[in-house]
T-cell receptor, first 112, second 113 residues
Framework: AQTVTQSQPEMSVQEAETVTLSCTYD???????LFWYKQPPSRQMILVIR??????QNATENRFSVNFQKAAKSFSLKISDSQLGDTAMYFC?????????FGGGTRLMVKP | GAGVSQSPRYKVTKRGQDVALRCDPI?????LYWYRQALGQGPEFLTY????????KSGLPNDRFSAERPEGSISTLTIQRTEQRDSAMYRC???????????FGPGTRLTVT
């Protein structure tokens, strides 16, 4: 069974600074997808970024980028120029065909 | 276009009652998923459909839980004889097809008293 681990339950960062959230996963599959979802206090689930395992190039979406290390089964999220609106729970998720398997989440607080 | 919608947004029910939770996916999305999320944890998979066919129900915790999507669009998750441990956020998501990104609805917060 696939597992996703987020080892940082809580993190904080000063506004405008950069922060990196960690995620590791375990799988025997070769083809899969990885995602980061954001859950603000409203408890919506918002897709932040997606990475296909067959792509070597790291995905970027504006201030959000990932560091995907397939051999190490690591998928970290970097948030640059942090904004107060980035305060949220962040979930790493894995998908090899249908269901998403989520990590336990990292609560990020952006401080003014 | 419209996103995934769920109703009701909040449901309070007494132990032993049946509840039906509704999900309306993004138009044109073939795949529809149900997840359950406890407070402070990530969502956990319950079941999913492609069109009207239930592809996987391995995450349904017991036979009190069932789901259907009879016309390949709107889906209903039904919990019979609710118990306090069923209290959680129930989330629906849809995607264009398997392996595509899933878009989540706002969830239904179920409280069983």
């Amino acid at each position: 069974a696939q597992t996703v681990t987020q080892s940082q339950p809580e993190m904080s960062v000063q506004e405008a600074e950069t922060v990196t959230l960690s995620c590791t996963y375990d799988t025997s599959e070769n083809n899969y997808y990885l995602f980061w979802y954001k859950q603000p206090p409203s408890r919506q689930m918002i897709l932040v970024i997606r990475q296909e395992a067959y792509k070597q190039q790291n995905a970027t979406e504006n201030r959000f980028s990932v560091n995907f290390q397939k051999a190490a089964k690591s998928f970290s999220l970097k948030i640059s120029d942090s904004q107060l609106g980035d305060t949220a729970m962040y979930f790493c998720a894995y998908n090899a065909g249908n269901m998403l398997t989520f990590g336990g989440g990292t609560r990020l607080m952006v401080k003014p | 276009g419209a996103g995934v919608s769920q109703s009701p947004r909040y449901k309070v029910t007494k132990r032993g009652q049946d509840v039906a939770l509704r999900c309306d996916p993004i138009s044109g999305h073939v795949s529809l998923y149900w997840y359950r999320q406890a407070l402070g944890q990530g969502p956990e998979f319950l079941t999913y459909f492609n069109y009207e066919a239930q592809q996987d129900k391995s995450g349904l915790p017991n036979d009190r839980f069932s789901a259907e999507r009879p016309e390949g669009s709107i889906s209903t998750l039904t919990i019979q004889r609710t118990e306090q441990r069923d209290s959680a956020m129930y989330r629906c998501a849809s995607s264009l097809w398997d392996n595509y990104e899933q878009y989540f609805g706002p969830g239904t917060r179920l409280t069983v008293t």
